[in-house]
């Protein structure tokens, strides 16, 4: 059984914190910074999520477009997972290069952009589970 009921609960979830790390002064600057299009692709449930750090982002105070559902934009990488690995991985529970090496995570594109955004994205692993817990989802925070 899924971690998450449904698409809508995980864009609740995951989705938020996506949209919480486009304004955040510590990572999304690093993000923006990549010059990138990144696609997460999601099963169990199904979602999609692109981050668009190479244009100008379109919302005051954000460093970094998050666009959540189907787009026009041409990702220059693609990583497809379950949801579940996303919501462990955002626990600080998942070693990226192992899930590639698993197809845990199945990437596509230039890898080395990704590995180097890994440390930018480190303090939304402290993030996560006090969002589930502020959504009133601490069951699902992993300990």
Request: with cysteine.
């Amino acid at each position: 059984m899924s971690v998450f009921t449904d698409s809508e609960q995980f864009y609740a979830c995951v989705g938020e914190l996506m949209e919480r790390a486009k304004r955040d002064p510590t990572v999304g600057p690093k993000i923006a910074k990549s010059g990138i299009i990144i696609q997460f692709r999601y099963t169990d449930p199904q979602a999609v999520t692109t981050i668009n750090a190479r244009a100008r982002p379109t919302q005051a105070g954000a460093f970094v477009d998050v666009i959540h559902g189907p787009t026009d934009l041409q990702p220059d990488v693609v990583m497809t997972m379950k949801a579940d690995v996303s919501h462990a991985f955002w626990h600080g529970r998942v070693n990226l290069v192992a899930a590639l090496a698993k197809r845990d995570i199945i990437a596509s594109g230039p890898i080395p952009k990704i590995l180097k955004l890994l440390p930018a994205v480190e303090p939304l692993y402290k993030q996560y589970p006090a969002l589930l817990r502020e959504k009133g989802l601490a069951h699902l925070a992993l300990r």
